[in-house]
């Protein structure tokens, strides 16, 4: 056994363990202690040196070196009088294969080695599985693929929280990759950088069953995708909640259209003349004008013209082909990017919000077992259950956050700003994945709603290198420490694996 550390002070939670010489402990790192009849895994949070040698006499000794009087400081055993320490916290006791959470101290003076494989054989692959990556220890990669239990996990809501360019959009794209053959799960992606279906590189449109199991629409869908295009006698009234503000008086204004002209109300608004009998001139022009830029809607002597992905004629049956696709397990992703945020929001708000009440149908008629759980991916996440845009009011991804997990619809929340978000809604997405945040507020944000205690992490999710991400989640016995494939080599390998499958030639042509 190679001892690379002992323990010699600190408490529950902050020991302080003397690293062996020319061993290298790393911050991150996992170590492991050995009982009797169990072992306990320990994480290294901080490194330090350490020395008998009085602080003048360090200070002097340096001087003499540094000023060329005595090359060698050999007088000195190095190896027993200076040292590097290291803090760690347990992390996880392992009693016959199972996992708990550590309430016993290490002996004292008790010896740490390195963990291996074979320590970490109490992970094992739940029924629902979803893949994120492998566990990692410190920088260093164990061969021990880390799965996630899919059907909690997606219906109880993920963060996924980074500074920009740490690795969210790849991490993403293993996830969705690996979900989409799974029966258990429907994935609904609003992709605002249009990088998840992949039309100019490899991404899921290369995976094996993207054929049956994935659907992309956008305002230019490629050969064999479909066209983003919404019909006005989709949109409802409450379909805007967040996504633009209207005033409690336009609001009632386009109440009363909706409640009049049902699947017409947005094409009687806008060619209205009329001040109706509860609402004044101003408020008709005020809703029509806006509804018209926001849908880029104009009129010529009273006939509407459409000039977006909203349309008079096409789209009527977008959000039932969506939820009948994802009734089928399969993952739609909605191409965003060529849309202004307002509608971004919008189109979003619209499919979610028709998908919820359908789900809620399913539960009031006993079918919800039936159906997969879905999960719904959203960039950029503070921009709908942000603490501005809730200030001004619920929307249908705040109450998902609080109660989709009974309807089995969850949220995948994606941000830099983690502190954006409310902390009742924080603590409500019961898996956080972190990856590496810069910003001290941005960390503490997340700490603090962790389903563990991540207080001394501070400094490990500091310096998470591109691709490093912690799990913390309620279904989780301990915050997991991964490293995520790089997506380009982590999907190769899969389609070498699993090629797609070619369909026998029957000589008809489609
Ligand atoms: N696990 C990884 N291994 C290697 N490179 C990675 C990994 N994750 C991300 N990268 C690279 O880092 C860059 C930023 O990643 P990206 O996923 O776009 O970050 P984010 O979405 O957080 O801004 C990309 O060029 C990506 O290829
Ligand atoms: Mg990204």
């Not at 009849?37 to 001087?63: H, V």
């Not at 074979?118 to 021990?144: C, H, T, V, W």
């Not at 996630?148 to 991490?171: E, P, Y």
């Not at 501070?458 to 290198?465: E, G, P, Y």
Request: aromatic share 8%; net charge neutral.
């Amino acid at each position: 056994m190679n001892i690379v550390g002992q323990i010699i002070a600190g408490g529950f939670g902050d020991l302080l363990i003397r690293q062996k010489s020319n061993e290298q402990l790393e911050l991150g790192e996992l170590l492991v202690t050995d009982d009797i009849n169990q072992y306990t895994i320990f994480q290294i949070y901080d490194l330090k040196y350490g020395s008998q040698i009085a602080k003048e006499s360090l200070e002097m000794m340096s001087g003499m070196n540094l000023e060329g009087y005595g090359e060698s400081l050999d007088f000195l055993d190095p190896n027993l009088r200076t040292y590097i320490l290291a803090r760690a916290r347990s992390v996880v006791t392992i009693r016959k294969t199972n996992a708990h959470t550590p309430k016993t101290l290490p002996s004292f003076f008790a010896h740490l080695r390195k963990i291996t494989k074979e320590d970490l054989s109490f992970i094992q692959k739940p029924a629902y599985p979803l893949y994120l990556g492998n566990i990692r220890s410190g920088s260093k990669l164990m061969p021990i693929d880390i799965f996630l239990d899919g059907q909690n996990v997606f219906s109880h809501h993920i963060l996924l929280a980074a500074t920009t360019g740490r690795g969210k959009s790849n991490l993403l794209k293993t996830l969705l990759w690996s979900a989409l053959d799974q029966p258990y799960c429907a994935n609904l992606v609003f992709d605002p950088h249009d990088e998840y279906y992949g039309r100019n590189e490899l991404v899921l449109k290369d995976h094996p069953k993207s054929r049956e199991l994935l659907e992309y629409y956008s305002p230019e869908p490629p050969a064999g995708t479909k066209t983003l295009k919404i019909n006005l006698s989709i949109l409802k009234p409450w379909h805007f909640e967040g996504a633009i503000e209207f005033s409690d008086a336009q609001k009632d204004l386009m109440y009363t259209f909706y409640n009049n002209f049902h699947l017409e109300w947005i094409e009687n608004l806008i060619i209205s003349q009329d001040e109706g009998e509860f609402y004044r001139k101003e408020t008709i022009n005020v809703v029509k004008r806006k509804l018209m830029r926001l849908l880029s809607i104009s009129v010529a002597e009273d006939e509407i013209t459409c000039n977006s992905i909203f349309d008079q004629t096409a789209g009527a049956t977008i959000t039932d082909d969506i939820i009948r696709s994802l009734d089928q397990s399969k993952t739609v992703i909605i191409d965003t990017s060529a849309l202004s945020s307002a509608i971004e929001i919008l189109v979003s708000s619209i499919i979610t919000t028709e998908l919820f009440s359908k789900y809620k149908k399913y539960r009031k008629d006993g079918t919800l077992n039936t159906k997969p759980i879905i999960n719904i991916v959203l960039e950029e996440a503070p921009r709908v259950i942000g603490k501005e845009v809730l200030q001004k009011g619920p929307n249908v991804f705040s109450s998902i956050a609080r109660e989709g997990r009974k309807f089995n619809i969850g949220l995948t929340a994606i941000t830099q700003l983690p502190s954006l978000i409310p902390k009742e809604i924080l603590a409500n997405l019961n898996t956080k994945i972190i990856m590496g945040i810069e910003m001290q507020q941005e960390r503490e944000a997340i700490i603090s709603s962790a389903a563990q205690d991540l207080t001394s992490d501070d400094r490990n999710i500091a310096s998470l290198d591109k691709g490093e991400a912690i799990i913390s989640s309620t279904f989780t016995k301990f915050a997991i420490p991964i490293k995520v494939p790089f997506f380009d080599d982590f999907a190769k390998t899969q389609i070498k694996n699993n090629p797609k499958e070619k369909k026998a030639f029957t000589g008809i042509k489609f």
